[in-house]
Each structure stands twice: as structure tokens, then as C-alpha cells.
């Protein structure tokens, strides 16, 4: 039996129909399977930072003065300046402390993409020679896509400039994403700074 030019064309809109469903579902699997490749991206970025900061902590327990010099520890946004070269020359500690971090440093860039990091002092005493912490901030950019212009560049690297407080320098810049965390500082040789001496005691324990 014959079907009519009627019935033929309301099966090829069923058939189009059908089509058209069948693509936005693909569609939509595939945006499912976008984010989740792009989750997992961010978990493997993050991984990676918080790798990067346990490096960062074992350099400062191998410092055998780390808590003596935790401010050679600071670093900003950007290159960090050119230590002492350990390896040719004698190093005492602060020298050490200026070396390993600006060696992190590096590390950390050439390790995430646009990647950069903050090291700051952590007001968590009064008196600086009480403070025990150093705040880490690793940033990097989800897209690897540089920015446009210097000017946004500038704009990324000003709120990583840490204050007196350490508050500022917890501040995760817009369009990257962060990971902060919090380093304890120990010593074997530990110079007794509480309530701010002018001499204070090294104590090294064996």
C-alpha cells in the first residue's frame, strides 16, 4: 500500500526531530566531558601547588637558621633578584634562604602556567621576632592565554604585594585561580626572640 505525501512528510519531520535530539544530547555529553576534563585540570594544577609548597617547606627545614632569617624568605610578585651562587662561594644562612627561594621561584613558573607566587611574612604576633609563619600564594592562570596588554599584567602582580598585616598578600588576583597555604617554621638552631631582645640566645639541639 502506498503512503500519501502527507505521511511522508510527517516522517521525515519525525526523522529531523529525531536528529535534532540526538545532537544536542551528544552536545550535551560532550560539555559534561569538557567540564569534567577541565576539573580535573584544576586538580592536577592544585596538586601540583601544593607539591611546589612542600618543596618550598623541605628547603626551609634543610636551612639549619630558617626561623633566623625568615624574612630572606620573602618574595613578591615577578623575578626575584639574583642570590649569591651557593654552589661556587660560601653561603651562611641568609644566603642559603635567598638562593633556595628564588630557585623555588623558578620552579614554580616553568612548573604551572603563567604561573606566580607570594611569599609573606605572617602577622599572626604583635612583635615580628614572635611571627613563626610564612603565608604561601601560588597563582596561575586557568587558560594559558596571555594577557592582552602590560598594563593588565601590572594589574595581576599589584595585589600580590603583601603589607605589614599579611593580609594583602592572601589576596587571589581576579581570573586566576589560587591555592594559599601556611608554612610552620622550625629551626634546628633557634634564636629565643621572644618579647623582642636585642641579643638573643641560639639554642641548637643535636
Not at 584544576?42 to 627545614?61: F, N, P, Y
Not at 630572606?72 to 644566603?95: F, H, L, M, R, W
Not at 605589614?164 to 589576596?171: I, L, Q, Y
Amino acid at each position: 500500500m502506498l503512503k500519501s505525501k502527507s505521511e511522508s512528510g510527517f516522517i521525515l519531520i519525525e526523522s529531523m526531530v529525531a536528529i535534532v535530539v540526538v545532537a544536542l544530547g551528544i552536545l550535551g555529553i560532550l560539555g559534561v566531558q569538557m567540564r569534567t576534563l577541565a576539573d580535573t585540570q584544576t586538580g592536577v594544577r592544585r596538586a601540583q601547588a601544593i607539591r611546589l609548597i612542600e618543596d618550598l617547606s623541605e628547603r626551609l627545614k634543610v636551612n639549619p637558621n630558617a626561623l633566623g632569617n625568615i624574612a630572606s624568605y620573602e618574595i613578591g610578585a615577578g623575578t626575584p633578584p639574583a642570590p649569591p651562587d651557593c654552589k661556587t662561594v660560601a653561603c651562611n644562612a641568609q644566603n642559603l634562604a635567598l638562593a633556595d627561594v628564588r630557585q623555588w621561584k623558578q620552579n614554580v613558573q616553568a612548573s604551572l602556567p603563567l604561573a606566580d607566587a607570594v611569599v609573606f611574612e605572617v602577622a599572626d604576633e604583635t612583635l615580628a621576632n614572635n611571627h613563626r609563619q610564612l603565608g604561601v600564594l601560588i597563582s596561575w592562570r586557568e587558560n594559558e592565554r596571555a594577557d592582552g596588554t602590560a598594563a593588565e599584567n601590572a594589574a595581576y602582580k599589584g595585589v600580590f604585594t603583601p603589607d605589614a598585616t599579611g593580609v594583602a598578600g592572601a589576596t587571589c588576583p581576579a581570573n586566576r585561580i589560587c591555592h594559599l597555604q601556611y608554612i610552620q617554621l622550625t629551626a634546628r638552631c633557634t634564636p629565643y626572640l621572644l618579647g623582642g631582645v636585642a641579643a638573643p640566645t641560639v639554642f641548637c639541639p643535636l
